[in-house]
């Protein structure tokens, strides 16, 4: 049972971790994906930094009901996602990477995969937030076609980079997969070797 956390939900939505708890939700959730970081010159890059890990959480809004230091390492929503795991085992958070606006660097990623990998693998597990995340997604909108920009990497370059981050990440973190739901004939599933990429992965997820 997935859902999705995003990033900007902190301003206008004014929707924060610790909703994740009170609404009930993390009782019914297995993963949750963290939207997005960004895909900026063909490596993983951070999408809000302040979002991320930067914002002061009072006691009133914060998890577990403890207000952030002005010293401590970590804050934002991945130090509130620390306090959520620890209070839910059980629960998987996966940072995922792309998705409409931020899918431009896939291009770039897919020319040189290997360097890719690493530097996702290197900010995924940055020892400042490595135990907050179990893994990776990909959202890339879309290989070998066009989402918000368009792609022309080819049909094998979405398991390229998919292959990349399995071989990174190795076989204990989860590497999963937002990808397009157009059958059509000569759609979007049409343009990239889906197939291929997905023996890699933990899962899809069709939109």
Known sequence: V???????????????VKDVQTSGSADRLTHIL?????????????GDSYADYEKAYTAEQSVDGKADTWDQPLRGSF????????????????????????SGGF??????????????????????????????????EYPNACGLTCDASGPQAFDRVVTALRG???????????????GSNGG????????????????LMPM
Request: aromatic residues 16%; proline residues 3%.
């Open 107 to 140: 291009t770039q990623a897919a020319a040189n995969p290997e360097a890719f990998a690493q530097s996702c693998y290197d900010l995924v597990e940055d020892p400042r937030w490595a135990d907050v995340f179990d893994g990776i997604d990909v959202d890339w």
């Open 188 to 203: 979007k599933i049409d343009a990239t070797d889906y197939a291929t990429a997905a023996t890699k992965l933990d899962w």
């Open 168 to 182: 990174k990440f190795g076989s204990s973190a989860l590497v999963t997969a937002a990808i397009t739901a157009d």
């Open 34 to 46: 963290y939207a997005f970081g960004n895909t900026t010159g063909g490596r993983c890059s951070i």
């Open 79 to 102: 130090n509130q996602l620390r306090k959520l795991k620890a209070m839910h085992p059980n629960l998987k958070v996966i940072w995922s990477f792309g998705g409409w606006t931020w």
């Open 2 to 16: 997935v859902g999705y956390f995003t990033e900007w939900g902190v301003y206008g939505r004014n929707y924060h």
